[in-house]
């Protein structure tokens, strides 16, 4: 039996039951610990449980108690699509399971709050073999709330950097609106690539995510009555707020979500249709008679360079597409 992927190539994770959120930290103003490693760990149990579960069941309201963001968002629509597309549950996929975790949890002021957990697990990557680590993310807006998971990625083990640390052993995170002296500050990082995506300008490194990605859309040529459009847009990030810890090196890890819709409309009375996947057709509204639109969201990990190191570029590290809508016209 397969072991599932993550949201964009296959699945995410799941959990059973609610997250504990019971470290009752105000931190409005206070700069405190997000959480504590043993709380970190409960929170990790509890997600692996509930997503499994949530993913076996098709249970959509089980997931939304522990995911958000665009991990929430892409793993709602994945469930919806096998709900469709497998009605009695017959390809039930492995349940994940993880080990050798290590959690990286800053000490901020204000919310949202985050830590960070890199894990070894039964996940593979989409492309290529050999060890590898899932990162999650988790989050919370208030001390009221729950943890919850808004952002996952599988990467190479060796891709995985050391992370500064302050003398009480806490990662340091760099703020959402704050560059800190890298090229490019978290909470840019989405506009910046979608706007990268458009004009080939920017600070990003060659890579399937961006050279490739560009070269790949120059090769779909309009054809005679037919043609397919792309539009990138940079996410909301009081909805899909991104996060970055610091590197020992000084650069920065970066988790960030952008949205991608693809467009594909032929001629009237030439006698073909868009081509609808058995993934769109799930959630297709509409009939798709002369154009079909998707629409996707893409949870992406970055390594963004310290300004010293600009020619470095940003690395693409993770990036996963999760089909969340398609409409017919």
């Given at each position: 039996m397969k072991t599932r992927v993550l949201a964009a190539a296959v699945?995410?994770?799941?959990?059973?039951?609610?997250l504990s959120g019971c470290m009752t930290v105000h931190g409005q103003n206070a700069v405190v610990p997000?959480?504590?490693?043993?709380?970190?760990q409960k929170v990790l149990d509890k997600y692996v449980a509930a997503a499994n579960k949530a993913f076996t069941q098709h249970d959509l309201k089980l997931n939304a108690t522990v995911e958000r963001g665009a991990l929430g968002e892409g793993s709602q629509a994945y469930i919806r699509t096998l709900r469709a597309l497998d009605p009695e549950r017959k390809q039930t996929p492995q349940p994940v399971k993880v080990k050798d975790s290590k959690f990286h949890i800053p000490q901020q002021a204000g919310w949202p709050k985050f830590f960070v957990v890199d894990t070894a697990s039964n996940v593979e990557q989409s492309a290529g073999s050999g060890e590898n680590?899932?990162?999650l993310a988790f989050t919370r807006q208030s001390a009221d709330e729950r943890w919850k998971a808004s952002y996952q990625a599988v990467v190479a083990a060796g891709d995985v950097p050391e992370f500064a640390e302050d003398e009480d052993g806490h990662a340091d995170d760099v703020p959402m609106n704050e560059d800190g002296g890298l090229i490019t500050a978290p909470g840019d990082l989405s506009k910046a690539?979608?706007?990268?995506?458009?004009?080939g300008e920017g600070d990003f490194a060659d890579g399937?995510?961006?050279t490739g990605k560009r070269e790949k859309r120059a090769k779909v040529k309009p054809r005679k009555g037919a043609r397919t459009e792309?539009?990138?847009?940079?996410?909301?990030?009081?909805?899909y707020a991104p996060f970055a810890l610091r590197t020992r090196s000084g650069d920065a890890l970066a988790f960030f979500t952008m949205h991608q819709h693809t467009k594909q409309t032929?001629?009237?009375?030439?006698g073909i249709r868009p081509p609808v996947r058995p993934g769109a057709k799930?959630?297709?509204?509409?009939e798709a008679k002369l154009s079909l639109t998707e629409v996707f969201v893409l949870q992406q990990l970055v390594r963004v360079p310290t300004v010293e190191n600009r020619s470095n570029g940003i690395v693409f590290l993770s990036q996963t597409a999760q089909r969340t809508a398609a409409k017919g016209e």
């Open positions: 699945s995410t994770v799941v959990l059973t039951g609610t997000a959480t504590t490693e043993a709380e970190a680590r899932l990162l690539y979608t706007s990268y995506l458009g004009s399937p995510q961006t792309f539009a990138d847009l940079a996410a909301n990030n009081k909805i032929v001629a009237p009375n030439i799930a959630l297709l509204e509409g």
